[in-house]
């Protein structure tokens, strides 16, 4: 993977950032095109930047930045053709050389933690369908309002704004979720007070078969199982851009199907069946914010500590190299300091260094 960088920087600063850029080997097709920014005004840089390079490259740039500076806009390449290999990257059966891109995974999570009236809507007929589901006792109704029910979304925000110690996030994530679903329920307790007043209800449920209800609202063991489970595939499937395991973490948590049983128990006078569906529903939110805040602080100290140790690695490849090289050998390599320092910047871009 590897990410496409455009920012706008002033005159006084493009000079720092360009050869900060033109430094980095895991930055290729560099342009600077002076005076070409507007709004800002400045020069525009542009470059590709490898995955491998993106944290230290970001966390960099950041500190380079003044409040004259545009933001920095991050586009993923798909696919880049005739790209060499980087030499540093082994290939194994099992690969994972490349830490989560820690600015785009954020921005990610708060683009969807944003709550718009479709937000509200989705979550009520989420909990219409899987009323339906639960009065049916269709499971396939119930896997749709998972999918449908967009809360997933406001729960990671919440649990990013907590990894985060960021309150903002965290009232506004919770405030939607709870309206969110108290309309849910609302409405689900309106449906099936109708369909009880018209005599619609199916026979099976007025029987008192209702696996499907049964199974929403009587949380145990297995539930905080999956809940952690979902809570941790959650996360790292944003933070691996996996798409694919985020849909089955939607199919997973019993939220949506847990606020609908609470609206139809409520209108079928079922009261321990809204009290075990409301136990349901606050579990499962509570373990997947949580467990997902949990999650995220633990892959960062984890990438920390491994960057931490292959950069203790680099600097002792280097000494022992500053060592052995001429010094003369060393006018060859780019970067500022002293002996040891032009060394180390050769080992940690070149497998052998130079010899007299």
């Known amino acids: 993977m590897a990410f496409h960088l455009r920012i706008v920087a002033p005159g006084d600063l493009t000079e720092r950032v360009v050869a900060f850029l033109a430094a980095e080997p895991g930055v290729t097709n560099l342009v600077v095109v002076p005076g070409a920014g507007r709004r800002p005004a400045g020069d525009a840089v542009q470059c590709d930047l490898r995955s491998s390079a993106a944290n230290a490259v970001l966390a960099h740039l950041r500190e380079l930045r003044d409040d004259r500076a545009g933001p920095v806009a991050i586009e993923v390449v798909d696919a880049v053709v005739g790209e060499r290999p980087d030499p540093r990257v082994r290939r194994t059966l099992v690969q994972r050389d490349v830490a989560p891109v820690w600015d785009v995974v954020e921005s990610e999570i708060r683009a969807g933690a944003v709550y718009p009236p479709s937000f509200f809507m989705l979550l009520a007929i989420a909990g219409l369908i899987g009323a339906v589901g639960i009065l049916v006792n269709s499971s ?5 309002a998972m999918v449908v029910g967009p809360e997933y979304s406001a729960i990671i925000g919440v649990a990013l704004g907590i990894e985060r110690g960021d309150a903002d996030p965290v009232i506004r994530g919770l405030s939607a979720l709870a309206a969110g679903f108290l309309a849910a329920i609302i ?4 449906f099936g007070a109708l369909i009880r007043w018209s005599g619609q209800t199916p026979a099976a449920f007025l029987r008192g078969v209702r696996p499907v209800a049964d199974l929403i609202s009587s949380p145990d063991l297995f539930s905080v199982v999956v809940a952690i489970l979902a809570a941790i595939v959650g996360v790292v499937s944003l933070t691996e851009a996996r798409a694919s395991a985020l ?5 997973s948590v019993t939220t949506i199907p847990a606020a609908a049983s609470i609206g139809l128990s ?3 006078t079922d009261g321990s069946r809204a009290l075990g569906s409301t136990f349901q529903l606050l579990l499962n939110v509570v373990v997947l914010i949580v467990v997902g805040a949990v999650v995220m602080r633990l892959q960062r100290v984890i990438w920390r500590a491994l960057r931490g140790a292959a950069l203790r690695l680099i600097a ?11 010094p003369d050998s060393h006018r060859s390599c780019p970067g500022p ?3 040891h ?3 180390c910047v050769c080992a940690a871009r070149a497998p052998v260094m130079p010899r007299s």
């Open 337 to 339: 300091g002293g002996r």
């Open 316 to 326: 002792d490849g280097c000494e022992f190299r500053a060592v052995a090289c001429d």
């Open 266 to 268: 409520i209108a079928y």
């Open 187 to 190: 409405l689900t307790l309106a």
């Open 341 to 343: 320092a032009r060394a």
């Open 140 to 144: 396939i109704l119930i896997v749709g």
């Open 247 to 251: 849909i089955g973490v939607f199919i």
